[in-house]
Structure formats: C-alpha cells, structure tokens
C-alpha cells in the first residue's frame, strides 16, 4: 500500500482553496505556495510514492517559544534524568515529560528590563533583543545553555534555578559538552573554554586558528577519556586535555585547495563521534575519516562531503551529505553499504538510528523512515504541515524508541511506530 499523510497546513488550503484545485495526491500534498513555487523547486518538494510498512502516529505536540525561524541553528532537545529538555532561540528552556509532553518547569532568557528593575537572568540584554540560544547540554543534574552572544548558564535539571552563568568571547553556535566535572565550550572566534560544571569558574582557554572566510557554525565538543575532542575551521581534529585544555594532539583531516577563499573552505561544523578508541569527523569540503584516538593516526578516509553530523549504530556509520543523499558506510574500514537518493536536495537532517530503521527530517516538516541494512524508505509522516516555515532543522531523537522532532516554528512532536 502507498501511505503519506497530508500536513495540517495541507488539509487548510484544500478545504478553503478548492477554486485553485488544491489536491492531495499520491506523490505529495499540494498547498496554495505551490503555485508559485518555480519548476525546480515543485520537483523537490514532490514526494514519489513509496510502497509503506507502516503507519508513524503523533503521540502528542506542544509549542516552545518562538523557535529558531529561519537562522542558522543546531539547537536540538536533549533526553537526561528521564525527562526532555527542549529549548527555541529567542530565550524558553523547558522541562518536559517524555510520554506526555507535559511541561514540568520553564525558564525564559528573554524576559528584558523592565521599569525599574532587571530579571537576574537577562542583564546580558537589552529590550527588544533575544537570548539567541546555540545549544544546550545535559549533565551532572544541570542544563547547559550557550547563547550567540557569548553567555553561558547552568541551570538546576530538577527545577530549572539558575546556579551560575558566565560569558565568552565569541558566539556559541553548538552543544557544550561535559566530564570530569569540566564544561567545554567551543565558539565561533576559535577559542575553545573549560569551565568547572559547579562553580561555572573558567579553568583553562585554548586559542585556536580562524582561516578569513568560514561556514557559519561550530564544530560541538566531546568529552571522554580525559580529552576535549573538537573539529577546527581550518579542517583538523584536535584533542584537548581536558584538566588544563592543553593541546595533545590534531591532525589534518582536510586539505584547503582552489584558488578562491570560498574553494579553500575546509570546515569540521559537526561534533565528532568517540567509539572504540577511534574518532569519526566529516568536513565540508569532502573527506569522512576515522583517526586513533591516542594518536591521531588517520586509520583511513572516504570522499564524502558534509556539514551534517554522523551518527552511528553498531558496525554502521550513517551519513547525510551536502545534497542530502543518505549513506550508510562500515566504520572499520569506511566500505559503502548502501545509499539512498530519493531524498535529494531537501535539505535533510542527519540520520539518527531508531530501531530497525534511521529516521531523517527534511525541509518541509516531513520524517522518513529508512531502513538500517538495505536503505529502502519504509514510512514517512507529514509533522511540520508541508511548509518550509515549520521545517525539521534539527536531527530527530531517539527516546525510547520514540522519534522527538523539532520544528523551526518552536513544535515539538513526539512520534512512534506500530509495534
């Protein structure tokens, strides 16, 4: 059977635009803006028909804040201490239950100088600007959250209280990342912090290299084995001791060339991946590698080119690549396995492993569901309405077996398969 669900959005214009022949086919919904969508575009935005395995069904949907709307963001949920933390750009933080949706506390950034006096959380900002949240972490029972204006916070998981906050020189653009009672803050001016997760004192400042013409985003940190493991702008890995942020080794993973600024972009934007002793980064510019952790011998490296992260499940290394063509390549040795096209162009994000299936969403609000072994798309679901307003900017989240998407209009939905 052929299965695609047509978005709220979608049944909106069909009911109230049947002069203009708004319908819904097989091959995808179509909606008032497709009759002015140019050619290119409609080809891209036309689903073909699959052949369904089964049926997603939203669990339950709720609204955070305003979003992130069409900025740049990776702003993602985060799943810890059985509950769901969820954030949008302008400034809400918000505790969740993961099987209702329920909101257990909410916390807002963004409330500005009033008459009189100030909020203890916003006296980094003026009335009428925005947090600008870029990412937030989960650990040692604290949220961590890093705004584009250089401040950093640490709020109490179970009640949302701010316990400390900070500023850096720079914009923070990615998740922080946590251990050993350390938090590692990388930013977009190239330098890289460590802050103690307790007290929110700065321990250590590394400066890193900033080439003249970068992406805009930063590679997220990692942090295991005593290391602070970050991908740079001028396309290394590099691995910081995480007591001292003293640099113990990088390694080139890509080489600038062209005789253009913009042809010598070599960026590590996404957060590396620590499994077995062996680190996993993509750049932009075209080489996926695996690197010895204790080394940083490059084990081996493949041509793909990519800003999006990688994920990994078992021997399975996923990749998104820049024109949202899926892979799925062996990590030991960078074989490929599969590859699945059907979804080119429709700006995909990366694919997070949920059960037997990889799960991406794209550009128009849309979850596809693909299988782990053979690359077949099985389902999909229609979350954001079929609109590019409320497009899946962010990679799904496994929790429990459940999907939790996030929308770029501020909606988080929660979604499950048959069993």
Known sequence: MFHKTCGRKGRFARTVGMALAV????????????????????????????????????NWERDIGDGVEHFFSRLRPVYAYDKLYAADRHGAVVAMEPDTGKVIW????????????????????????????????VADKLVFIGTENGYVAALDAETGEL?????????VLAAPAVDEGILVVNTGAGSLFGFSTRSGEQMWRHEGDTPPLTLRGISGPIASNGG???????????VNLIDSGVLAWETAIATPTGATELERIVDIDTTPILYGGT???????????????????????????????????????????????????????????????????????????????????????????????????V?????????????????????????????????????????
Not at 344 to 371: C, M, Q, Y
């Open 23 to 58: 319908s819904m086919t097989m091959s995808g919904c179509t909606t008032i803006s497709d009759w002015f969508a140019d050619e290119e575009e409609l080809e891209i935005r036309r689903l073909k028909p699959i052949e369904a395995e089964f049926e997603p069904k939203i």
């Open 106 to 137: 909410q916390k807002n950034f963004a409330t500005f100088k009033s008459e009189g006096m100030m909020s203890s959380v916003t006296n980094l900002w003026q009335s009428g600007e925005t947090a600008r949240i870029g990412g937030i972490t």
């Open 163 to 171: 316990s400390w906050d900070a500023t850096v020189p720079g914009e």
């Open 228 to 238: 602070a493991i970050v991908g740079t702008p001028t396309g290394k890995i590099q």
């Open 279 to 377: 680190i996993y980064t993509v750049s932009y510019n075209g080489t996926l590698a695996a690197v010895e952790l204790r080394s940083g011998r490059v084990i081996w490296k493949r041509e793909y080119a990519s800003f999006r992260n990688l994920t990994l499940d078992g021997n399975k290394l996923f990749v998104v690549d820049n024109n949202s063509n899926v892979y799925a390549l062996d990590r030991r040795n960078g074989v490929e396995l599969w590859s699945q096209g059907g979804l080119k162009s429709r700006s995909l994000t990366a694919a997070t492993p949920v059960g037997e299936h990889v799960v991406v969403g794209d550009n128009w609000g849309f979850l596809h569901w693909i299988e782990k072994d053979g690359g077949k798309i």
């Open 379 to 419: 389902a999909r679901l229609d979350v954001g309405g079929d609109d590019e307003d409320d497009a899946i900017f962010a990679a799904p989240l496994n929790v429990n077996n459940n999907v939790i998407a996030v929308t770029r209009t501020g909606t988080v939905a929660s979604v499950s398969i048959p069993q």
